[in-house]
């Protein structure tokens, strides 16, 4: 990885592949379907090693191929690429329930451990944004059927406003994720309901 750039590292894999697991689970998911779900969140940024553009594409085929020779069923692997191919905001949508619990995960890890860029003269708005966030809790209500992130932002350093500036399609897409699901995607931000 270049030093500078947004971190997918182990870290954010990890926290990914636990959180798709968690919203299927606490949804009432079958166990293999979790599971499942959990592989996706931590294979979805492999395609970062081909190149940072188009990477959701070629993971999916990266992934396809390494799960084939790990002897993975055809359908459980075809889902797995099917997710991670729909998984960025640019080109992909909720196709499947793994793919709608990985979008979800995914694009709740807004945070300050994320900004590789410790030169704070020299963030921009991406850095800026990840930095500010000092918290980004997914809390799943199966009672309610409803998806909650909650973030708390630092608004010395960065305007709540910035945040909608560069993720909206992502919150977009968090909300039409949560819908594929039959549940609500809800956006809290300092203790304000925003979605």
């Known amino acids: 990885m270049v030093f500078g750039y947004t971190e997918h590292s182990h870290r954010h894999i990890s926290i990914v592949s636990q959180r798709a697991g968690d919203i ?3 949804l009432g998911y079958p166990e293999r379907t979790i599971e499942l779900a ?4 931590y294979l979805h940024d492999i395609g970062n090693c081909v190149n ?3 990477h959701a594409h070629s993971g999916a085929i990266l ?3 390494i799960l084939k020779d790990m002897g993975m069923p055809v359908e459980e692997r075809t889902e797995i690429m099917m997710a991670i191919g729909n998984h960025d905001e640019q080109t992909g949508t909720a196709v499947s329930d793994i793919s709608a619990a990985l979008i979800l995960a995914d694009k709740s890890d807004v945070h300050r451990n994320r900004v590789s ?3 704070l003269s020299t963030f921009d ?3 800026r944004v990840n930095y500010a966030v000092s918290n980004a809790e997914l809390k799943i209500d199966s009672k309610d059927r409803k998806v909650i992130l909650n973030l708390t932002i630092d608004t010395q350093i960065c305007p709540v406003l910035d945040y909608f500036e560069i993720f909206m399609d992502r919150t977009m897409m968090s909300k039409y994720a949560a819908k594929y699901l039959k549940i609500w995607f809800e956006l809290v931000i300092n203790d304000t309901k925003l979605l």
Do not use: P, Q, V
């Open 52 to 54: 940072r553009t188009d």
């Open 63 to 65: 992934a396809y191929h």
């Open 117 to 119: 860029n410790m030169n």
């Open 24 to 26: 299927l689970d606490t």
């Open 38 to 41: 959990r592989i996706a969140g």
């Open 125 to 127: 708005i991406h850095d």
